[in-house]
């Protein structure tokens, strides 16, 4: 079964605490021939003819592009350039068209409305039309500030949906938010638990996320980088720490240690503090805590704002 792709309302961006490294580009070739597709028998003999090989055969001819790029190639014509016309001009536009359209998106899912994770969401439904999956009273709060009408799909707190090929179990979690939620996408080879932006781990959050083979964990803040921070003043901090602000390391270590289970296979650490946190403290005190349980099979990764995760096949 196909699995497109779900654009999250949490950025699930990660890199290793010890080498950065960004995720390869997607690039799509539209290709109709010409020169470089030509071919002849050798060198020193007649007969060169354009638009011979295949857009395959081409990015197949320099194996090394894999190293750098996800390549894709799609066929639009295989001509010589003197024999380019209208016509394949015309459908040439229309596939390149076509491929800007399709961002490979089914939907974008909204945890909450603080602008942290909706302010990117009127620049992206400008190009692509792309529904928006969040609650009523989420989705009045982001229209009260959205400068253009999006297209929302509503799902109640706590309901399941199906969004392409994923099904989705929404849930409540604590948050100085109108209806914040977490989200578990099931999919046919794993489940993918999203829990960030949440004071504390409550009964219900704890049984939503326990079947998580994948987790995005909210690791907010190093407590003592929180409270020695000069520039927050302490309403900030408090709500911060409050029952509905955000997790610390500490408290995601404790997250984790609840819901362990043989089939949790891999944690990105989300939703870090520029200020408040550091990717390898953020790392060091959840992998400490697996140590100490003897959960070795999880693999750990503190996500950053700046560079992407490499991207993980499931
Ligand atoms: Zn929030
Ligand atoms: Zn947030």
């Known amino acids: ?118 302010q990117g969401l009127a620049a992206i439904c400008v190009r692509v039309c792309v529904p928006i999956f969040c609650n009523r009273l989420t989705m009045e709060a982001i229209a009260a500030h959205c400068p253009i009408r999006l297209d929302y799909r509503i799902f109640s707190t706590g309901a399941t949906f199906e969004v392409g090929d994923i099904t989705v179990d929404s849930f409540s979690v604590p948050h100085d938010a109108y209806d914040p939620v977490g989200f578990l996408l099931r999919t046919a080879s794993a489940n993918i638990g999203v829990l960030t932006d949440l004071g504390h781990a409550t009964k219900l959050v704890l049984e939503r996320i326990r079947a998580a083979h994948i987790l995005l964990l909210e690791a907010n ?57 550091r990717p390898e403290l953020a790392h060091r005190a959840v992998s400490a805590r697996l140590q100490k349980i003897g959960a070795n099979h999880v693999h750990i990764e503190s996500t950053s704002q700046e560079v992407r995760c490499a991207t993980f096949t499931i």
């Open 1 to 118: 079964m196909r699995i497109r792709t779900l654009l999250l309302s949490a950025l699930l961006v990660a890199v290793p605490a010890a080498s950065a490294y960004a995720a390869k580009p997607a690039i799509k070739i539209l290709a109709t021939g010409g020169t470089i597709a030509g071919a002849q028998a050798s060198a020193q003999s007649y007969g060169y003819k354009s638009g011979t090989f295949s857009v395959d055969d081409l990015i197949g001819a320099v194996p090394q592009l894999k190293e750098i790029a996800t390549l894709s190639g799609e066929q639009v014509a295989n001509i010589g350039s003197q024999d380019m016309n209208d016509e394949i001009w015309l459908k040439l536009a229309k596939r390149v068209n076509a491929a800007l359209a399709d961002a490979g998106t089914d939907g974008i899912l909204i945890t909450h409305e603080h602008s942290d994770h909706i």
């Open 221 to 277: 803040h190093d407590l003592k980088l929180l409270q020695d921070d000069t520039r927050r003043p302490w309403s900030i901090k408090q709500r911060i720490l409050s029952r509905h602000g955000h997790l610390s390391n500490d408290s995601a270590a404790d997250v984790i240690e609840q819901i362990i289970s043989a089939d949790l296979r891999r944690v990105y650490l989300g939703h870090l503090s520029q200020d408040c946190n």
